[in-house]
């Protein structure tokens, strides 16, 4: 079963479960102590600290390595938290039309008139404590409770964006139209996230907030630097060489190694699944590890080359299959050998080739595994967002998935002048089972023996409604021993979420950033390669591990609460 560590001197950190290998979880008394702790993190980072994500009654801190997560684990232990001293910052003031659909529920909920509702909202300072499901959505809590609602019993499907929004104790504007079960009391036309701003979110953790009642809406339009005609002439010049997209098969997206350090503003890591198959395509043509690439899902991409290009392709075994132009040098009469036009030949897995200009490079179906990096000397040049070109399919950051007769064009992200040897690569799911290690936690004591002997006793198959957000699994149940729901907590990729049905999620790359289902375990960040890499309809068996090393012997249990 999951261990923890704990203390129970005042003002200090309750207890610290681990997440996997790479994070830890604080458990904090109150609000009022995560609020602390997470200033406290954000002013005197840890060493090795790269995330920190705080949430109802915890605050989860992502280290660098095992190593540097374990040391933050102890670390946090000793601290002594600082009350949080009121920011003297300019308060965020968010114009709000009082005319939502449970703005009279509200009303009753509380004892208040409709007037009283506004008055009481208008009227208290809202500070932002974490952050939500999404990028720019905050979770704020105010200087009182007398706005404390239930959520809705039953969820809307879409929630317009621009909802001004109460749930529990907290206050919130939905950044986009999303599903939701909060309280809606109105609208803002406030852009609660804009990627065109230096700063995209209007509001982070610690910021304040007054909200002012008005009686229309205004959208303010922020500028576009789209919108500067010169951009266009640059922009056409940087395309003359690259990639034209002729089909991109099931999904094909642009990736690199992700964004770090977002969380607090709502935005995952993202990035490739099988980081190791990135590394090396860029490692084959000799770009730089993190060079942006093409995953593409269970084969049929379909590219041209623009110019000649020096290609690899990792990941899933595949038949990669080049066609030469119909306009090929044998038209001119050549007859010396020559490639004839239309010609095909096959070009090696995991290792670099020239994809000749007006040539077709095609990726067969995978003989195993389910995904593919195609890197391309120089890398891909999209734009960057947040540092990084990504696509991030829950947030919809970065690039959008490649689409017929785009254009990609070739970057200079390279790391040497030649380009490295065939490599080997690790062998990959096929139709047997692929057994993935986890660690217990941090919430393993949500269930009992028997749910863990089922999680590792039973092959889970890969549904088809698995996508790069999560994989969702079929199999037998898991029943919980606790009734009730968890608060919102920190997640992180590799977390196997077990929502009320029984049927766990393992979280990918474009995960949430918090959750509010337990995580019964954390796949170890070494088999998430692997794991991403198992097909729809493939199985995957459970092999529980023990806690990160150096935590087994300097955690207790938790006592029930």
Known sequence: ???VMQTTTAKRVQSVRPVGTRAVLAELDSLQDVLALQDMLYKSPLPGQVDVLAAAETVMVVGESAAATRAIGLRLLELELTPLIASDSGLVVIDTVYDGDD?????????LSVEGVVAAHTGQIWTVAFAGFAPGFGYMVGENEALAVPRRSSPRTAVPAGSVALGGQYSAVYPRRSPGGW???GRTGAQMWDLDRSQPALVRPGDRVQYRAVREVVTAKAPSSGDAPAREPEKEHHVEAGLRILNPGTQSLIQDLGRR???PLGVSAAGALDRASLRRANRLVGNESSAAAIESVNGGLTVEAVGDQVIAVTGAPTTLTIESPSWSESDAGSDDGAIQPGAKRTAPMAAPFALLDGEVLTLGAPESGFRNYMAIRGGADVPEVLGSRSADTMSGIGPAPLVIRQLLPVGNATASTAVANPELQPDFPGAGV??????????????DQEALDSLCGQEWLVTPQSNRVGMRLDGTPLKRTRGGELPSEGTMAGALQIPPAGLPVLFLADHPITGGYPVIGVVRDEHLDLAAQVPIGGKIRFRIVPDSPGFTT??????EK
């Open 1 to 3: 079963m999951e261990t």
């Open 103 to 111: 703005l009279a529920d509200v009303a009753e909920l509380t004892g």
């Open 183 to 185: 309280q809606l009391i």
């Open 261 to 263: 350090g977002y969380g």
């Open 434 to 447: 692929t057994v993935l290690d986890v660690i217990p936690g941090p919430r393993a004591d949500w269930f």
């Open 554 to 559: 300097t955690f207790t249990k938790t006592p």
